[in-house]
């Protein structure tokens, strides 16, 4: 079953894992900092803080392929997309207000970045939707009752 369409792509869901993504990230470079494993801008803090990135769209990928049970590589894929549509959004509100003082990435780090969100993203819906699938099917085995765990009387 082929279910990569854009008519599968269900925009909510979409921003609901993108927020999921960013809560997760956020966390875990909350943590590393409460570790102390990150605590400047060195090299050792970005690998931390690209891990941190893959965790959190990895997660929040999940969310969403658990969600949608259909299309985990478009929903990836916009999932990593979100990041630049609220980048854009972000700095649309900024620069007016004279808050334009940002420390920004370079191209090559912005497309590396992008690329790590998205592959983390698809790696997660994938995830997601064959554990959905699992259970679905092993709910669809259970007795009539549909619950499952319980025993037959």
Same mark, same amino acid.
């Given at each position: 079953?082929?279910?990569?369409h854009?008519q599968?792509?269900?925009?909510?869901?979409?921003?609901?894992?993108?927020?999921?993504?960013g809560?997760?990230?956020?966390?875990?470079?909350f943590?590393?900092?409460?570790?102390?494993?990150m605590?400047?801008?060195?090299?050792?803090?970005?690998?931390?803080?690209?891990?941190?990135?893959?965790?959190?769209?990895?997660?929040?990928g999940?969310?969403?392929?658990?969600r949608?049970?259909?299309?985990?590589?478009?929903?990836?894929?916009?999932?990593?997309? !979100?990041?630049?549509?609220v980048?854009?959004?972000?700095?649309?509100?900024?620069?007016?207000?004279?808050?334009?003082?940002? !420390?920004?990435?370079?191209?090559s780090s912005?497309?590396?970045?992008?690329?790590?969100?998205?592959?983390?993203?698809?790696?997660?819906?994938?995830?997601? !939707?064959?554990?959905?699938?699992r259970?679905?099917?092993?709910?669809?085995?259970?007795?009539?009752?549909?619950?499952?765990?319980?025993?037959?009387?």
């Amino acid at each position: 079953m082929h279910t990569e369409h854009l008519q599968n792509v269900h925009p909510v869901r979409i921003i609901t894992g993108w927020l999921v993504a960013g809560a997760v990230t956020s966390i875990a470079v909350f943590g590393l900092i409460m570790l102390g494993l990150m605590e400047g801008e060195g090299p050792r803090d970005t690998a931390w803080a690209v891990l941190a990135v893959a965790v959190g769209f990895l997660v929040g990928g999940w969310f969403t392929g658990m969600r949608t049970v259909e299309a985990p590589i478009l929903h990836g894929i916009a999932l990593g997309l !979100t990041s630049l549509l609220v980048w854009a959004l972000v700095n649309a509100v900024a620069i007016p207000f004279g808050m334009d003082e940002w !420390t920004g990435l370079t191209p090559s780090s912005t497309v590396a970045i992008l690329l790590v969100q998205i592959v983390a993203a698809i790696a997660g819906c994938w995830w997601g !939707t064959a554990a959905a699938r699992r259970r679905a099917s092993e709910l669809a085995s259970s007795p009539a009752t549909g619950v499952r765990g319980r025993e037959q009387d």
